[in-house]
Nanobody, 123 residues
Framework: QVQLVESGGGLVQAGGSLRLSCVTS????????LGWLRQAPGKEREFVAA???????RYADSVTGRFTISRDNTKSAVYLQMNSLKPDDTAVYYC?????????????????WGQGTQVTVSS
């Protein structure tokens, strides 16, 4: 089992920045890929960004150039730096772990999930 705990969400004006953090614990000795996904009210959960064990990354088109995912394996943590935020970025953001070496954009590929953190961007 792997536990994930997100933090860093909040309310920000359009154009502002936030940094989300996710700390993992439990059986983290394996080679996990870590991802951020989000879900807005009335919408399906969607992929935002993912990072592999050795640092390879993938981003959704909607956040490319604005968001940056990074990880610190010594701290078992993954981060999402979000710049130039837009009202459309408003959602609950989830950290998730995939116990394989792939870097997947598909929500169902992630086996472990955090509880989510709310991000609200006002116009």
């Amino acid at each position: 089992q792997v536990q994930l705990v997100e933090s860093g969400g909040g309310l920000v004006q359009a154009g502002g920045s936030l940094r989300l953090s996710c700390v993992t614990s439990g059986r983290t000795g394996g080679l996990y890929s870590l991802g951020w996904l989000r879900q807005a009210p009335g919408k399906e959960r969607e992929f935002v960004a993912a990072i592999g064990w050795t640092g390879g990354t993938r981003y959704a088109d909607s956040v490319t150039g604005r968001f940056t995912i990074s990880r610190d394996n010594t701290k078992s943590a993954v981060y999402l730096q979000m710049n130039s935020l837009k009202p459309d970025d408003t959602a609950v953001y989830y950290c998730a772990a995939d116990p394989t070496l792939r870097i997947t954009t598909t929500a169902k590929d992630y086996d472990y999930w955090g509880q989510g953190t709310q991000v609200t961007v006002s116009s």
